[in-house]
């Protein structure tokens, strides 16, 4: 059971990247999806979540507007699409697969166990 993430890389402030976030062994259809980053002397942050229908999204207040979430459950995939990157969002961002509900992400992010590799996002100034 692992997730893996990819899409991350180098960006100019104001640019886009998306990401992904795809399950290998197991399928996404009911789980909750939280993405969250870490990045380096910083405590970890919830970034954005989507419920297992898709019928609801959250954002960290940070991303509001930037960021945004969905699923494609043919491709059992999760994205991140962002747009307006700031050198602020440099970290490394994961996903996670949760029971529950995207309310109070922002609190239980930093109990959840990290499967994945993460992916890197750089933002240059």
């Known amino acids: 059971v692992q997730l893996v993430e990819s899409g991350g890389g180098l960006v100019q402030a104001g640019g886009s990247l998306r990401l992904s976030c795809a399950a290998s062994?197991?399928?996404?259809?009911?789980?909750?999806i939280v993405w969250f980053r870490q990045a380096p002397g910083k405590e970890r942050e919830g970034v954005s979540c989507?419920?297992?229908?898709?019928?609801?999204?959250s954002y960290a207040d940070f991303v509001k507007g930037r960021f945004t979430i969905s699923r494609d459950y043919g491709k059992n995939t999760v994205y991140l699409q962002m747009n307006s990157l700031k050198p602020e969002d440099m970290a490394v961002y994961y996903c996670?697969?949760?029971?529950?509900?995207?309310?109070?992400?922002?609190?239980?992010?930093?109990?959840?166990?990290?499967r994945g590799q993460g992916t890197l996002i750089t933002v240059s100034s």
């Open positions: 996670a697969a949760v029971r529950g509900v995207c309310l109070g992400f922002n609190d239980y992010v930093k109990y959840l166990e990290v």
């Open positions: 062994g197991f399928t996404l259809d009911p789980y909750t």
């Open positions: 989507i419920n297992s229908s898709g019928g609801t999204t």
